[in-house]
């Protein structure tokens, strides 16, 4: 089966719907708010030995219904990918010797069903779709310390061109950086490279691709100096500003936003650091066991958005008037010169733990997944200052859900 490809980024068992949340008031500007849009989450299994599904939400009347369910991504889903009208899906397979990439047909009411899929190094974390035609899909393996590449200009008949592995750091640290750990795959804004940050090995691997050949050549990426071991660096994400372009960093383990500058040289990309701080844009300690996860730019690329795990630094006002603790989204406005980040805003991300939030098309809109509290939000965001406004929309899935993206 062939399939028409646009490459747009990425992103249970029963389903409790929430009250509705009013529409209106809010900080956006944006008068949009007969808010109507198709959502997917995918869940991790709240027992083990279960499965967890891929959900598809519809957003109505501020309103979040479960529109349909699948268990076609396997037991542990993660990360989505959609790519005209298919979604590319990862099972981490927890404890298996190998993971899986499926290939999910997009149907009415945005349900989903398997299309094909095919073996990947233990525990995929993260795919992006690259060269001519959206043929190709990289694949971090955290589990497995390494990536594999597929053919998928059929997606009934995925295939592999290549899985490699990486050699432990061998600096005899514990885990999770005892081994290597690429925790993200992302494609550069020309098309020509890959960036897996490896959280392990404290690597931002960079590999030059053959658009049409959908093969890759290591590059020499940016390696993290001895004295900066234990960073993790967790997700990247790409900023163009004019004629310059910047790549961002959010590192896990010492919970840190990083700045590069991005220099195109012949067939290379350098990287340099210009900026380098707390994911709250200073050098304040945050508590313990804070974890920085997900990272994004705006859909009109004008901000950086962020969020931070297990602060329980704020407080958000379910529906029903109850108090709940919250961790943070932050925003950041970049100084298109320099790099530079400046904040705008620390908003609660409507729960504890979001490992992954998302934009619509348009980033008026701007859902969360606190997995912690098995919660889906929806809120409203000012496209003009950056802000994220008032929850509109909100639901309880059961399971850990890990990550949420609009249809596009």
């Not at 925790?183 to 690597?203: E, K, M, R």
């Not at 961002?248 to 340099?272: C, H, M, P, R, W």
């Amino acid at each position: 089966m062939r399939t028409s490809h646009g490459i747009a980024a990425a992103l249970t068992a029963g389903f409790q719907l929430a009250a509705a949340r009013p529409c209106g008031g809010g900080n956006n500007n944006n008068n949009s708010t007969a808010e109507s849009a198709h959502l997917w989450v995918t869940t991790y299994p709240a027992v083990w030995g279960q499965s967890g599904k891929v959900i598809t939400l519809q957003l109505a009347h501020s309103r979040l219904t479960s529109v349909a369910e699948s268990e076609a991504c396997g037991v542990n889903p993660s990360w989505l990918t959609q790519a005209g009208d298919v979604l590319y899906c990862v099972n981490e397979a927890w404890g298996a010797p190998q993971g899986d990439l499926y290939a999910l047909a997009i149907g009415s009411n945005a349900a989903v069903t398997r299309l094909g899929g095919a073996k990947t190094r233990p525990g995929p974390v993260s795919n992006t779709v690259y060269g001519n035609n959206g043929r190709g899909l990289a694949v971090a393996n955290y589990a497995g310390a390494g990536i594999d590449t597929f053919n998928v200009e059929d997606p009934s008949a995925i295939t592999l061109i290549k899985t490699e592995g990486y050699a432990p750091p061998g600096d005899n640290q514990s885990p999770p950086q005892d081994v290597s750990r690429p925790h993200q795959a992302v494609l550069d804004p020309t098309g020509d490279f890959l960036v897996f940050p490896d959280l392990g090995a404290d690597v931002l691997r960079v590999f030059k691709v053959n658009k049409e050949t959908l093969e890759h050549e290591i590059k020499e990426g940016f390696v993290y100096p001895p004295e900066e071991r234990g960073t993790g660096p967790r997700h990247v994400a790409f900023y163009k500003a004019g004629d310059k372009t910047f790549l961002y960093v959010v590192a896990e383990l010492k919970n840190l936003i990083q700045g590069f500058s991005v220099e195109y040289t012949g067939d290379d990309l350098k990287l340099t650091r210009v900026f380098n701080a707390t994911t709250h844009g200073d050098d304040q300690a945050l508590p313990s066991g804070t974890a920085a996860a997900e990272i994004y730019v705006s859909p009109d690329g004008k901000f950086i958005t962020l969020s931070s795990r297990n602060e329980r630094s704020l407080e958000f006002t379910l529906a029903d008037g109850t108090t709940v603790p919250s961790d943070p989204l932050i925003t950041f406005k970049v100084d298109h010169e320099s790099g530079a980040l400046e904040l705008v805003q620390v908003a609660p991300a409507g729960g504890i733990n979001p490992r992954h939030f998302s934009f619509n098309k348009d980033g008026t809109l701007v859902a969360s997944a606190a997995q912690s509290d098995s919660r889906i939000v929806v809120f409203r965001r000012n496209v003009a200052t950056g802000e994220i406004g008032e929850a509109i929309a909100e639901a309880i899935v059961e399971g850990n859900p890990n990550s949420v993206i609009f249809q596009q």
